[in-house]
């Protein structure tokens, strides 16, 4: 490599950085983010059982 190509790859590198840097600095959750408390155990345990019932018969499916 040349002189030239050489500080020209550590300038883009260096202004891809910049550009990372001042992505971050985006303060997007905090105007647009709304906090949802967990779910309870239950309602999510029940959930579950449907979707692996659902997931068991498709199984089923194919194996027949």
Do not use: C, W
């Not at 490599?1 to 910049?18: F, Q």
């Not at 906090?35 to 659902?54: F, G, N």
């Amino acid at each position: 490599m040349t002189g030239t190509a050489l500080s020209d790859k550590k300038y883009r590198v260096y202004s891809e950085y910049k550009n990372i840097v001042v992505a971050r600095g985006n303060p997007f959750n905090r105007h647009f983010y709304v906090y949802q408390p967990p779910r309870a155990l239950a309602e999510i345990d029940v959930d579950l059982d449907v979707v692996s019932a659902d997931i068991m018969k498709l199984l089923q499916e194919v194996h027949s």
